[in-house]
């Protein structure tokens, strides 16, 4: 929806005005929400992605940390836990840290 509105010329009709006003605000709504669900869209993809990934990467390490070096220990069989633990909150501290963009949209000026 790329088309221009014109502007108001004195001596218009009421219905020429309504039709203008019409064609402004689908020209400022329509663009803007359907770059909103593109940008939500795109980044719920991203993140499920991530997240399945970092799940597969934190059963691995805990899988390799039970297998390997606390194979024989009965008393410290809660430690692999507690690491995968404490690099998952370690993760999402930082992954919190380092989000920049407040807003959705800001248009520069």
Known sequence: M??????FQAGS??????????????????????GTWRWLGW?????????????????????LLQSTVFE???SLSWLPYFIVLATTIALVLFSQSRIRKPFLYRKEI
């Open 2 to 7: 790329n088309e221009r509105v014109t502007p």
């Open 13 to 34: 009709s009421f219905t020429e005005l309504v039709d203008m006003l019409r064609a402004y605000i689908k020209q400022e709504t329509v663009g803007e929400l359907r």
């Open 43 to 63: 980044g719920a993809i991203g993140g499920i992605s991530i997240l399945l990934g970092c799940l597969f990467v934190l059963i691995g390490v805990l899988r």
């Open 72 to 74: 024989n220990s009965t």
